[in-house]
């Protein structure tokens, strides 16, 4: 059975940083496609970043520069760099896992999901 669970999120002022972090369990390849998720209250849920088995990186445009977004594959663990942080930034951040083998060029589904942590950044 596959576990995300992430950590990390909290309350921070505008320009201020946070790390948040993804432990997975119940699968062990890298292979997959994984990335970060956030969504604000009233707002549609969108994509931050994500990454690839080779490494390779996107991110949302709002977010370039700004964060991060890294995986330790001995540890089975995701995680986003934060900083310079906005009000906007605001929302519950989801990790998500699309099935193995599956390259993020290919768009694909993201069929496992955190529980959510949540970021406040005020002004």
């Known amino acids: 059975q596959v576990q995300l669970v992430e950590s990390g999120g909290g309350s921070v002022q505008a320009g201020g940083s946070l790390r948040l972090s993804c432990v997975a369990s119940?699968?062990?390849?890298?292979?997959?496609?994984v990335g970060w998720f956030r969504q604000a209250p009233g707002k549609q849920r969108e994509a931050v970043a994500t990454?690839?088995?080779?490494?390779?990186?996107t991110y949302t445009d709002s977010v370039k520069g700004r964060f991060t977004i890294s995986k330790d594959n001995a540890e089975n663990t995701l995680y986003l760099r934060m900083s310079s942080l906005k009000p906007e930034d605001t929302a519950m951040y989801y990790c998500?896992?699309?099935?193995?083998?599956?390259?993020?060029?290919?768009?694909?589904?993201?069929?496992?999901w955190g529980q959510g942590t949540q970021v406040t950044v005020s002004s």
């Open positions: 998500a896992a699309a099935s193995a083998n599956s390259p993020c060029a290919q768009n694909p589904a993201f069929i496992y």
């Open positions: 990454i690839d088995h080779r490494g390779a990186t």
């Open positions: 119940g699968y062990t390849d890298s292979s997959r496609c």
